[in-house]
């Protein structure tokens, strides 16, 4: 599978890892737009939010447990943070490996661009 985030999973590719167990990996986004810009993925290769099934839904769970467990650890849980799934380009998804974004650190506005 030629796919950016499961080579970053595998350590093929480095990255800035955070967390990662058996199920979900946590890194530093490359390009961040907070002072806190984390992707939280999972280990599975899944393209887009829109081929997430029933068998998916413990691990989509665990993601949002992680971004939880990471905005506690950097303290940013109680000021605010965000949490994002881009799906499909018309919404900015950039690469087709599912990715939940946890930004942080600053304030941040609503609605998004
Ligand atoms: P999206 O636009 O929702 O698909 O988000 C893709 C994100 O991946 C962007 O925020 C990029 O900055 C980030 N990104 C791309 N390549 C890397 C990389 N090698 N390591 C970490 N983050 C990356
Ligand atoms: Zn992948």
Same mark, same amino acid.
């Given at each position: 599978?030629?796919? $950016? #985030?499961?080579?970053i999973a595998s350590h093929e590719i480095p990255s800035q890892?955070?967390?990662? =167990?058996? =199920?979900?990996?946590? #890194?530093? =986004?490359?390009?961040?737009?907070?002072? +806190? +810009?984390? @992707?939280?993925?999972?280990?599975e290769?899944?393209? %887009? @939010?829109? =081929? @997430?099934?029933?068998? +998916?839904?413990?691990? %989509?769970? +665990?993601? $949002? $447990? %992680?971004?939880?467990?990471?905005?506690?650890? $950097?303290d940013i849980a109680e000021t605010g943070y965000r949490v994002v799934f881009n799906c499909n380009r018309g919404a900015g998804q950039a690469v087709f490996h599912i990715h939940l974004h946890l930004i942080g650190g600053r304030s941040l506005t609503w609605p998004p661009g």
């Amino acid at each position: 599978m030629n796919c $950016l #985030f499961c080579k970053i999973a595998s350590h093929e590719i480095p990255s800035q890892i955070v967390y990662e =167990d058996d =199920d979900v990996v946590a #890194f530093n =986004d490359i390009n961040p737009v907070a002072p +806190h +810009h984390i @992707l939280i993925i999972p280990r599975e290769h899944i393209s %887009t @939010l829109n =081929d @997430l099934k029933e068998e +998916h839904k413990a691990m %989509t769970g +665990h993601i $949002l $447990l %992680t971004a939880q467990k990471l905005a506690k650890e $950097l303290d940013i849980a109680e000021t605010g943070y965000r949490v994002v799934f881009n799906c499909n380009r018309g919404a900015g998804q950039a690469v087709f490996h599912i990715h939940l974004h946890l930004i942080g650190g600053r304030s941040l506005t609503w609605p998004p661009g």
